[in-house]
């Protein structure tokens, strides 16, 4: 079996390499984002259609628009604001994660939470696996899995509490060269039910970074195999650019 340490650096070379990661303090992306998951909690528009601006340094996501043109969403350390393109604050939140858990969230969310969602999501996809030697993460090798005909390696990766993603525990599905090609979680803003399967598929050089065109979300069993309907969420990913430090 191949070591934990060995096969984060396999991943981490496949998809790039440290050194191309950190050669600029941010990324800009272009991205949408929607599906039933969205759709079911009344956001009709999903996230589509947005530049994201992603910092390669700590977990902080920028969407423009939104939610609306003339303002753009920011997540910066787990607090989320709305604000104009001059800088001036129309609302924030201090504790997104924690609101999710009142009751009028099992219903619907409004702009601040759907941000929350979509922004720190975005910020894990894109710093995975690049962030898995960093302090506060801890990783382990476990057994191989078969899937559509390939024998993937698998990686169980415990988030440190300050990131904000889904569930601290993740495992990760890495081919034979390296390409991560699903991942399972537990969307916790949605609830402890929502066990997920989600792919990385179309894998594209941006500039040196490799990174999935598109990640497809399905609901997951008990014996850990993916069902096919419904589709949760959707995120097409169509440019990765890095912006030059002094432009950040």
Do not use: N
Request: charged letters at 30%; hydrophobic letters at 40%.
């Amino acid at each position: 079996m191949t070591s934990a340490s060995s096969l984060v650096s396999e991943a981490i070379a496949a998809h790039g390499g440290h050194e191309r990661w950190h050669a600029s303090p941010e990324l800009e992306v272009r991205v949408s984002a929607d599906g039933l998951a969205l759709a079911a909690k009344f956001q009709r528009r999903g996230l589509r259609d947005l530049e994201a601006r992603v910092s390669t340094e700590y977990q902080r996501t920028v969407f423009t628009p939104y939610p609306r043109r003339g303002y753009r969403g920011i997540l910066e350390r787990g607090a989320v604001r709305i604000e104009s393109l001059d800088g001036k604050t129309i609302r924030s939140r201090s504790d997104p994660r924690a609101a999710l858990r009142s009751p009028r969230r099992l219903l619907w969310w409004d702009d601040l939470d759907a941000l929350y969602f979509g922004a720190s999501a975005l910020w894990a996809y894109l710093a995975t696996p690049f962030v898995f030697t960093d302090p506060g993460f801890h990783v382990r090798a476990g057994d191989p899995w078969e899937e559509r005909g390939e024998r993937w390696r698998t990686l169980a990766v415990t988030f440190p509490a300050e990131i904000h993603t889904h569930s601290r525990e993740q495992l990760f599905y890495v081919g034979d060269d390296g390409l991560i090609r699903r991942h399972d979680y537990t969307a916790e803003e949605f609830g402890q039910w929502a066990k997920s399967a989600h792919y990385w598929l179309d894998h594209h050089d941006f500039a040196g970074l490799v990174v999935p065109r598109k990640r497809r979300v399905f609901p997951r069993r008990k014996d850990q195999r993916s069902r096919r309907h419904p589709l949760l969420v959707w995120i097409d990913v169509t440019a990765v650019s890095p912006i030059p430090a002094s432009l950040s």
